[in-house]
């Protein structure tokens, strides 16, 4: 067994980008991983660290030589590899240098078309020391970096310039050069607590030598851990709770590497601010948190994370203190200045915002929003006066400055300054939940006028953006229309709305100004927003069993997503019924028979009087009484118990196939058989294409 130790590589960097900190410090860790595995070499548990100013992994008990690889070679014939004197030739000589053996170590092979010089041996692994900078290498090419920087007279680029190298294995050096930068054992700290060199050992040393004489807590865990339990510590003391939202205890993480809790004030008059404004000062302007008290309310309080441990914490709470204070009066300006004037009278401004060049400006979206809206309205029985009131309002406030100077509250806002303008609530709360859900895992619209603004909206967009022929490709997706698609579906089957999504994309695609794609555009939105269902159930692990079963239900074109999620719903358990892959083998067969048949003149319904075998009358007769039951089940969309009806046809359906033949020589027989197995099919037709099902 190959010696094992221990692998550090760390790159030291100008201050990262806090947003990507996170996802690169993963990718780094993924993707030398990856290399390694692709060189055989064992290692043990990996640790990835990351702060603004460096990357790092440590590999422990990593294998110090690649295991040896058995070669088998195969050289050139022997007729070719000897003379008639039986002497090797040039050619047998030739392989014998290239196997590093004289000829007669030697082997020979046999086969079908001859006999050939072979060699059987062992080729060494190469050592860690050649094969870890190259993996470094690779792995730092593949960090998905939207945009590298140059610096200095080089040619090397990277997120940010590179400063320092350290590759360790164990206590040796691992030489290379990377980024224009020698590899060596010296890191740095903290950029004021400890500027100065840090030596270590061996890799082993890493994290501990940099959080007791480098002032930096390395792992992106450990010092969000400490984030959060500072800031919660903080905030208690000062009488209320910190309120710390994910995405931004990530973002402090990356900006700091001795995080340091400190409280800060602010006057209680701001408190008159909405709330949504003043966390969005404090979170997104300064990175504070804000500190609530018992009931939720917000205090004129936040928690700021310092990076450094100040000798006067006074001095940077006051520094704090004074760097938000000016912020807070900018809200409130904008605030007051923004009910000057009544949304409905910025919908003239609306026409100087262009929504992308070739569909027009956010004035003519608006009015395309407001026809589809009344269609939704028709299906899901809202408010038509409301509706086509949000429908006019629900951009108005993108000309606000409160949402010129904080864009993620556009619809917040609205709603505040349509409550203001005395518009009816239900308005109100559309132009807010017309935009969700904002992400993945958000909140759905509640209320019927806004679940019709947000359905219209989403379905213009889809259908503006295909009509320009800038639909998703791989990766990119700068409209957001993934997310527009799944928001929709979701709108759609988990608020329960009844509505015909491929008669509302006919409507959408008509009213766009532009269509490059052409007749196929409606049917193109479709097929991308069926794609984007089944992303929906997969990622839900709905389909984990049986991922088939989505293509069963398509076949069938259901009119809505929630009619399709039902269907969807009642398939799924019918495949956990005993009698379930029996009868969607009998389907699929049935299918078969009938594509073959297609020339036949099937009946359009089997006549009793000609059936002769029992097990085809019985067949008929259990058809028949269930279709009595499942028909009303059917009407009501019932699906789950109607196929738990259908279900029971499995004794009748096994009888037939084992006792009739179907395509028997008399054409009126065979009619008549085909016409019942038609029917059969019908019945398990009107909720999806069993034959679909692999079983």
């Known amino acids: 067994m190959a010696e094992q130790r221990d692998f550090l590589v760390e790159i030291g960097t100008e201050e990262l980008p806090p947003k990507d900190l996170k996802r690169l410090s993963a990718a780094f860790e993924q993707s030398l991983v990856g290399e390694i595995a692709r060189t055989g070499l064992d290692h043990g548990p990996v640790h990835s660290f990351a702060t603004p100013r460096r990357l790092a992994v440590r590999i422990d008990a990593l294998a110090t030589r690649q295991p040896a690889r058995k070669l088998e070679l195969r050289g050139p014939?022997?007729?070719?590899?000897?003379?008639?004197?039986?002497?090797?030739?040039?050619?047998?000589?030739?392989?014998?240098?290239k196997c590093g053996v004289d000829v007669g170590a030697l082997g020979t092979t046999s086969g079908a078309k001859g006999e050939w010089l072979s060699y059987e041996g062992e080729e060494p692994g190469l050592a860690c020391t050649e094969l870890m900078p190259d993996l470094v290498a690779r792995s730092l090419a593949q960090l998905p970096v939207a945009r590298r920087m140059r610096w200095g007279s080089g040619d090397a680029e990277f997120v940010?310039?590179?400063?320092?190298?350290?590759?360790?294995?164990?206590?040796?050096?691992?030489?290379?050069?990377?980024?224009?930068?020698?590899?060596?054992?010296?890191?740095?700290?903290?950029?004021?607590?400890?500027?100065?060199?840090?030596?270590?050992?061996?890799?082993?040393?890493?994290?501990?030598?940099?959080?007791?004489?480098?002032?930096?807590?390395?792992?992106?865990?450990?010092?969000?851990?400490?984030?959060?339990?500072?800031?919660?510590?903080?905030?208690?003391?000062?009488?209320?709770?910190?309120?710390?939202?994910?995405?931004?205890?990530?973002?402090?993480?990356?900006?700091?590497?001795w995080p340091v809790a400190l409280v800060g004030n602010f006057d209680a008059d701001f408190l008159q601010l909405p709330r949504e404004v003043l966390i969005a000062t404090l979170q997104n302007h300064q990175r504070y948190f804000p500190v609530l008290a018992q009931d939720g309310r917000l205090q004129p309080a936040f928690v700021t994370i310092s990076n450094l441990e100040s000798s006067d914490p006074g001095r940077v709470r006051a520094g704090n203190e004074r760097v938000i204070r000016p912020r807070l009066a900018d809200a409130r300006f904008f605030w007051d200045n923004d009910r000057k004037k009544r949304l409905a009278d910025r919908v003239e401004a609306l026409k100087g915002i262009v929504f992308e060049a070739k569909l027009g400006t956010i004035h003519d979206k608006s009015q395309r929003v407001a026809v589809l809206a009344a269609e939704v309205a028709n299906a899901n029985e809202a408010d038509a006066e409301h509706v086509a009131r949000a429908a006019l309002l629900a951009k108005c406030d993108l000309v606000t400055a409160m949402v010129g100077e904080f864009p993620e509250?556009?619809?917040?806002?609205?709603?505040?300054?349509?409550?203001?303008?005395?518009?009816?609530?239900?308005?109100?709360?559309?132009?807010?939940?017309?935009?969700?859900?904002?992400?993945?895992?958000?909140?759905?619209?509640?209320?019927?006028?806004?679940?019709?603004?947000?359905?219209a909206d989403k379905l213009d967009t889809l259908c503006g953006i295909f009509a320009i022929g800038k639909r998703p490709t791989g990766t990119r997706d700068p409209f957001g229309l993934r997310r527009a698609a799944v928001g929709l579906l979701r709108i759609l089957i988990e608020d329960q709305l009844d509505l015909p999504l491929r008669d509302l994309i006919e409507v959408a695609v008509h009213l766009q100004p532009v269509n490059k794609v052409g007749d196929s555009l409606a049917e193109d939105v479709y097929g991308y927003t069926m794609e984007r269902l089944r992303a929906y159930y997969s990622d839900s692990g709905t389909l984990e069993s049986h991922p088939e079963i989505f293509d069963a239900v398509l076949l069938r074109k259901p009119a809505s997503p929630l009619d399709f999620d039902r269907r969807l719903a009642?398939?799924?358990?019918?495949?956990?019924?005993?009698?379930?892959?029996?009868?969607?083998?009998?389907?699929?067969?049935?299918?078969?028979?009938?594509?073959?048949?297609?020339?036949?003149?099937?009946?359009?319904?089997?006549?009793?009087?000609?059936?002769?075998?029992?097990?085809e009358k019985q067949l008929y007769e259990e058809l028949v009484a269930a279709e009595s039951i499942v028909e009303p089940l059917l009407t009501s969309r019932n699906y789950t118990d109607a196929l738990s009806h259908l279900a029971r046809l499995r004794a009748?359906?096994?009888?037939?196939?084992?006792?009739?033949?179907?395509?028997?020589?008399?054409?009126?027989?065979?009619?008549?058989?085909?016409?019942?197995?038609?029917?059969?099919?019908?019945?398990?037709?009107?909720?999806?294409?069993?034959?679909?099902?692999?079983?």
């Open 77 to 97: 014939p022997l007729k070719i590899a000897f003379d008639a004197d039986g002497n090797p030739t040039k050619a047998a000589e030739a392989f014998a240098r």
């Open 409 to 455: 509250l556009q619809g917040v806002m609205g709603r505040y300054y349509a409550a203001h303008d005395g518009e009816p609530e239900e308005v109100g709360a559309a132009l807010e939940e017309h935009y969700l859900p904002r992400f993945a895992g958000d909140r759905l619209p509640t209320g019927g006028v806004g679940q019709a603004i947000a359905v």
């Open 652 to 695: 009748p359906v096994d009888a037939f196939f084992d006792a009739v033949m179907v395509m028997t020589e008399d054409p009126a027989l065979r009619r008549n058989r085909l016409a019942l197995l038609a029917r059969m099919r019908d019945s398990f037709l009107r909720v999806a294409d069993l034959s679909a099902i692999n079983v």
């Open 160 to 257: 940010r310039p590179v400063h320092w190298l350290v590759m360790l294995l164990g206590t040796e050096v691992v030489e290379t050069t990377q980024f224009g930068v020698a590899s060596g054992r010296t890191t740095f700290g903290h950029r004021f607590h400890a500027p100065g060199a840090i030596t270590l050992s061996e890799a082993a040393d890493y994290p501990a030598a940099l959080a007791d004489k480098g002032y930096v807590v390395p792992g992106f865990a450990d010092r969000r851990d400490r984030i959060e339990a500072q800031a919660t510590a903080a905030a208690r003391e000062a009488g209320g709770s910190a309120h710390l939202e994910p995405a931004l205890l990530d973002e402090v993480t990356a900006l700091v590497e």
């Open 570 to 615: 009642a398939v799924m358990n019918f495949m956990t019924l005993e009698q379930a892959q029996t009868l969607a083998a009998a389907n699929k067969r049935v299918a078969n028979i009938l594509r073959k048949a297609a020339d036949e003149a099937i009946p359009a319904q089997p006549d009793p009087a000609i059936f002769q075998d029992a097990e």
